[in-house]
């Protein structure tokens, strides 16, 4: 229906502008004193000309016409008078041709100072007009959330109204668009979130983001609340916050002295330190999978179990005569073999640490242990012509010499064979025996008591040497005096 009168309208303005040539000369003759009487008229010009009417809304129309115009002389200037007809003279309220601005003299007549010549060289700058018309725009509308996309003819938003003038009654639609907002995401050391764009007053879609070592704890604004699917009416930025997780780490002490369970924060290490049990050695903590623990981060919770190797101790040991009997490497708390020796004319009464006899105890540290033996004790009866002289009871491996000396009716007596021949006393005793046994000579019995007795040898040579020694003294001291 707008076209349709717009149409009519060009058509109207285009009818009038051809009809000027007929009116020109009425209109101009009666004209409200526009004429001097005294003027001299010269004749009619007729120009095609294209004028643009720019109202004050932005809208251009464009109408091709043809101008009827006349040169007015006095006896003072020349003019030349243009004439519009209805409806264009309503609306037209200024003309210009090319620099020249027109004076209005009344709807639709202006005049312009110059000949129909100068005028009409000027003809083709008329589609410079400058013309105003009443706007149809009101003002813009606000809607909150929304920004205004303009005017419309029609509901649907197909036919804008792009400010032509209005003629008739007319129904404009505003046309609005829903305001649309980025919202950015900073994961803080996250992965990396995409940022999204919202419709005003809309909630978000949060995304998931994740973070290695750190427990999400939501999206924040950057006055420190969280997101809760609050609507969004700006640009916004959303920073995730993070809090970092704490895994439990226990320690198994396998047997040593116990270790309280300890918190320690995603990547960070436990604190760990030697502990003691008795009897072994500590090698250190390990990890489930065999590996020993030495400060590696904590990624998860973790069981550190005690290593220990136990201790090892040495027994020696002194056979003290008998058979030798190899050390040994015996484990803390564990017993030593300590073997059962034999010894040829011993009794043996087992091993002693010290003075405690070892009867299995556990080994806690290095000993030695020492065989205790007792000598077999045999009887020796010494017989002299075939009747038993005197009963000894002697060690085994004592020789018949030391026997006989430490028995005083022995001493001065000879060891005899079966044939009554002296023989060596130097023979031990391994059993018991019966052994003849005959008196010695005056001579043997010095020599006994002598060699029994060395020390009577040793004072009768220093005697010896004491009389030789004052001898020398006495000469001295005479050879002096003389």
């Known amino acids: 229906?707008?076209?349709?009168?717009?149409?009519?309208?060009?058509?109207?303005?285009?009818?009038?502008?051809?009809?000027?040539?007929?009116?020109?000369?009425?209109?101009?003759?009666?004209?409200?004193?526009?004429?001097?009487?005294?003027?001299?008229?010269?004749?009619?010009?007729?120009?095609?000309?294209?004028?643009?009417?720019?109202?004050?809304?932005?809208?251009?129309?464009?109408?091709?016409?043809?101008?009827?115009?006349?040169?007015?002389?006095?006896?003072?200037?020349?003019?030349?008078?243009?004439?519009?007809?209805?409806?264009?003279?309503?609306?037209?309220?200024?003309?210009?041709?090319?620099?020249?601005?027109?004076?209005?003299?009344?709807?639709?007549?202006?005049?312009f100072p110059g000949t129909i010549s100068t005028v009409a060289f000027n003809a083709s700058y008329l589609n410079y007009n400058v013309v105003t018309a009443s706007s149809a725009f009101p003002e813009t509308p606000t809607k909150e959330g929304y920004t205004f996309k303009g005017w419309y003819f029609d509901e649907a938003f197909t036919q804008a109204y792009d400010g032509r003038p209005i003629t008739s009654d007319t129904k404009l639609y505003?046309?609005?668009?829903?305001?649309r907002y980025t919202v950015t995401f900073d994961s803080a050391g996250g992965s990396a979130v995409s940022s999204q764009t919202v419709d005003w007053n809309s909630s978000l879609s949060l995304p998931n983001t994740s973070r290695v070592g750190y427990d999400f704890l939501g999206w924040y604004y950057s006055n420190g609340?969280?997101?809760?699917?609050?609507?969004?009416?700006?640009?916004t930025s959303l920073v995730a916050r993070w809090e970092i997780k704490h895994f439990a780490v226990s320690f198994d002490s396998a047997g040593g002295a116990a270790v309280e369970t300890q918190t320690v924060d995603y990547g960070n290490s436990a604190s760990v330190s030697s502990i003691s049990r008795e009897g072994y050695n500590f090698l250190g903590w390990?990890?489930?999978n065999g590996t020993q623990y030495t400060n590696q981060a904590i990624t998860e919770y973790t069981t550190l179990t005690a290593k220990w190797q136990i201790k090892t101790f040495k027994v020696t040991y002194d056979s003290n005569g008998g058979e030798a009997v190899s050390e040994e490497t015996i484990e803390w708390n564990?017993?030593?073999?300590?073997?059962?020796?034999?010894?040829?004319?011993?009794?043996?009464?087992?091993?002693?640490?010290?003075?405690?006899?070892?009867?299995?105890?556990?080994?806690?540290?290095?000993?030695?242990?020492?065989?205790?033996?007792?000598?077999?004790?045999?009887?020796?009866?010494?017989?002299?012509?075939?009747?038993?002289?005197?009963?000894?009871?002697?060690?085994?491996?004592?020789?018949?010499?030391?026997?006989?000396?430490?028995?005083?009716?022995?001493?001065?007596?000879?060891?005899?064979?079966?044939?009554?021949?002296?023989?060596?006393?130097?023979?031990?005793v391994t059993g018991d025996v019966s052994v003849p046994v005959g008196e010695m000579t005056n001579e043997e019995k010095v020599a006994a008591f002598i060699g029994n007795n060395w020390w009577v040898l040793y004072l009768?040579?220093?005697?010896?040497?004491?009389?030789?020694?004052?001898?020398?003294?006495?000469?001295?001291?005479?050879?002096?005096r003389r």
């Open 174 to 179: 505003a046309k609005f668009e829903i305001n």
């Open 286 to 288: 390990f990890l489930s």
């Open 225 to 235: 609340t969280q997101y809760t699917n609050q609507v969004i009416t700006a640009n």
């Open 334 to 428: 564990k017993t030593a073999s300590a073997p059962t020796l034999e010894r040829t004319g011993y009794i043996f009464h087992g091993w002693y640490n010290g003075e405690t006899k070892y009867e299995g105890q556990a080994v806690t540290a290095d000993m030695t242990l020492t065989a205790k033996w007792e000598v077999i004790k045999y009887t020796v009866t010494f017989y002299v012509d075939g009747e038993v002289y005197e009963t000894m009871e002697v060690a085994y491996g004592t020789t018949f010499q030391e026997a006989m000396a430490a028995n005083e009716r022995l001493f001065f007596m000879n060891l005899l064979n079966d044939e009554g021949v002296k023989i060596s006393k130097s023979a031990k």
């Open 460 to 480: 009768a040579g220093g005697l010896v040497l004491a009389g030789i020694a004052a001898t020398v003294i006495a000469s001295v001291v005479a050879h002096k």
């Open 1 to 111: 229906m707008t076209n349709k009168r717009t149409n009519r309208l060009k058509a109207n303005r285009l009818f009038m502008w051809l009809m000027t040539l007929l009116m020109a000369a009425a209109v101009v003759f009666g004209g409200a004193g526009i004429m001097n009487a005294s003027a001299k008229r010269l004749p009619f010009v007729h120009f095609s000309a294209t004028i643009n009417l720019i109202y004050n809304t932005g809208y251009v129309e464009s109408v091709d016409v043809t101008v009827e115009s006349y040169t007015e002389e006095n006896s003072s200037s020349t003019y030349t008078i243009f004439t519009l007809r209805s409806p264009l003279k309503e609306i037209i309220t200024d003309m210009s041709c090319g620099d020249t601005q027109g004076t209005s003299y009344s709807n639709g007549v202006f005049r």
